[in-house]
């Protein structure tokens, strides 16, 4: 038994509804097929559900600060773990029902549930039923990399995809990793009230960043009681009862209740049977794919995390805009007009865009710096939120921003104002001319790029 579609959508994170979207309203039909939960990581373990538990620890942080704002409060400031559990969980919920509802109500769209796996270039399998399709679009997305290390598997660990179902607070999370799914947890957890000791392999935090960023992380971070260990090249572990004995080079041990492994994530491919179709990956298992996100094999695209070319939600909605883009608009869209965009959601955040600074030196541009403390930025000081400082580097000839680093309130959004500067391709002093709102973080990006220095 078979059935054909005008297109075949494997996976229902980001990109795939709002690609299942422009099929139906071009009168094509369209089978989505997931294999577990609709929305993909952002809804279900990502973005949405972290952000939400990320909310409810400022919350905390916060009213224990009450006093630094002159407000008393009557206690001690706690958390009930299952009502956060539950504030996660109906916003997850909502946000998963409701793209059920919006598929269930596109003409010609199928939404099949089950595990798909090529078995041709233009057909799959799906509980025993075969669906061909000229077009095949994948949108498998990613899952978290657990390594191969001494002694983890005897231990109850705890990945990206299972801490956000738990309901109840460790005693000590001990996390392995220093980048960025890492370090939200951690500080999240030490907010809600857990012990927390964050271990990583590499010499710093943060390691994509610049050194002064990362620096930065980490005084955030260990100001509020979290113990950093880095440069740790050897991890043990063994169980110790109902807890998990860590042990490091030197024989540091450390005894935690729960283990949280977040050292990267790998992508959804090994269980498709892409042998089948001859899609070709990397050796990492990324699908590969051209500027316009078409595989090697006619008809087969790869969208989202599963290609290698973003790892972010906002990076694979924008491969769904360049597929559909060029499918039914006749716009050829390409991944290399897109601009490294992206945040770190500890408090303060980190907003980054385009080139570091090691990046810019790198290359030999000569170019211009500028900084600004957080402490001299007025809506932080109103705030009492002055953690941080803000960074743009520009072209020396061209006055191009190269990119921007904006670590403090704000950050995430502020950052957007010079992302859009580059898209626009304004040179510096476009933004430097412009008239910010008082009182904003805002406001003083044009100030520090007045204040730029040749960057030596």
Known sequence: MSRSFDAIIIGAGQAGPSLAGRFSAAGKTVAMVERKHVGGTCVNTGCMPTKTLVASAYAAHVARRAADYGVSLGGTVGVDMKKIWARK????????TGLESWLGGMPGCSLIRGHARFTSPHEVEVNGERLEAPGIFL????????PDMPGL???????????????????????IGGSYIALEFAQMYRRFGSEV??????????????EDVSAAIRDILEKEGIAVRVGVDDIRFARRGEEALVTLAGNEEIVGSHVLVAVGRVPNTDDLGLDRAGVATDKRGFILVDDQLRTNVDGVWALGDCNGRG?????????????????FDNDP???????????LYIDPPLGRIGQTEDEVRRSGVKALIGTRPMTRVGRAVEKGETQGFMKVIVDAGSHAI????ILGVGGDEVIHGMLDGMYAHAPSGVIQRAVHIHPTVSELVPTMIGEMKPLV
């Open 89 to 96: 969980q109906k916003v997850t919920m909502d946000a998963r």
């Open 197 to 210: 000791t964050v271990i990583e392999r590499g010499a710093r935090l943060a390691s994509r960043e610049d």
């Open 402 to 405: 190269l990119g921007a680093a």
């Open 311 to 327: 790892a972010f939600t906002h990076t694979s909605y924008n491969d769904y805009e360049i597929a559909a883009a060029n499918i």
């Open 153 to 175: 598997a005897e231990i109850d660990y705890l990945t990206n995809t299972s801490i956000v179902e738990l309901g109840s607070l460790p005693r000590h999370l001990v996390v």
């Open 139 to 146: 949108n498998v997305g990613g899952r978290a990399h657990v």
């Open 333 to 343: 869209r390409r991944v290399s007009d897109r601009i490294t965009a992206y945040a």
